[in-house]
């Protein structure tokens, strides 16, 4: 466990008015775990990962200047999005693939999980935003991921390109929505998912320290290489500029 990071960090302090997580950044998984008994293709799915999320994250932090938060470990580990109540925090199968090696977690390998993997992130995540908060007077925090087009379990079609997600500050959503829709864009105005219904982590750590922020989603086929990434940053630049005044 020494040489695997459940977190880690990149960007400058204290240079911008924007501040970037990505909870869903990695489908890595520590070597004690191999692989949970899945194939490599199953491990390079969504299921495991937000694929693309890291990448426009770590493009927008370089544009913006800003300090970018990354979870190092496969939300199938033990998913930081979710709390500690929920039934899929560690999940035995994920769109109708199973997850061998998480079907037998008992009590203690729960608890170990949390431990050494959920827990040293949120603190992680903890001990950024407030550095960031006591040097940049009203940041602006964004959560990044990325959704698949179609849900194999469901096999419903998402139609939007990106969605913007909020709960408590509409007005920033509502400044990159219809941005990007300017352009041309589809966009969901909290779709493919609510984050009026839920969005653990923004509201463990944004939300409580009454920070503006959104949740950006971007559909995972249109940003699968550095190209479409850039695509996508050069589209979201302006708006989040604006919104932090830079």
Not at 3 to 19: I, V
Not at 237 to 242: N, Q, Y
Request: glycine letters at 8%; one cysteine or more.
């Amino acid at each position: 466990m020494s040489d695997f990071l459940p977190a880690h960090a990149e960007g400058p302090k204290g240079q911008s008015g924007a501040f970037l997580f990505c909870d869903h950044a990695s489908n890595t998984l520590p070597g004690a775990y191999g692989s949970l008994g899945l194939t490599k293709e199953q491990l390079g799915d969504h299921i495991a990962f937000d694929p693309g999320s890291a990448a426009l994250a770590r493009e927008l932090g370089r544009r913006l200047k800003a300090r970018s938060v990354y979870c190092g470990y496969s939300r199938l580990l033990i998913d930081p999005n979710r709390g500690l109540d929920r039934d899929d925090l560690i999940m035995q199968k994920s769109d109708s693939i199973a997850i061998p090696g998480n079907h037998d977690v008992d009590w203690q390998e729960r608890e170990h999980r949390i431990n050494h993997y959920f827990r040293p992130y949120h603190d992680f995540l903890d001990r950024e935003l407030d550095a960031h908060a006591a040097t940049i007077t009203d940041p602006l925090v964004i959560s990044i991921h990325s959704f698949c087009r179609a849900l194999r379990c469901t096999q419903s079609h998402r139609p939007w390109q990106a969605g913007v997600l909020w709960k408590d500050d509409e007005v920033s959503a509502r400044e990159v929505i219809e941005a990007l829709r300017i352009r041309g864009m589809s966009v969901g105005d909290n779709k493919p998912y609510s984050a009026k219904a839920y969005n653990y982590t923004v509201d463990r750590h944004v939300g409580a320290r009454g920070l503006r922020h959104l949740t950006l989603e971007v559909r995972q086929d249109l940003i699968a290489d550095q190209n479409h990434v850039r695509e996508w940053a050069d589209l979201l630049e302006a708006p989040l500029r604006a919104l932090i005044g830079g």
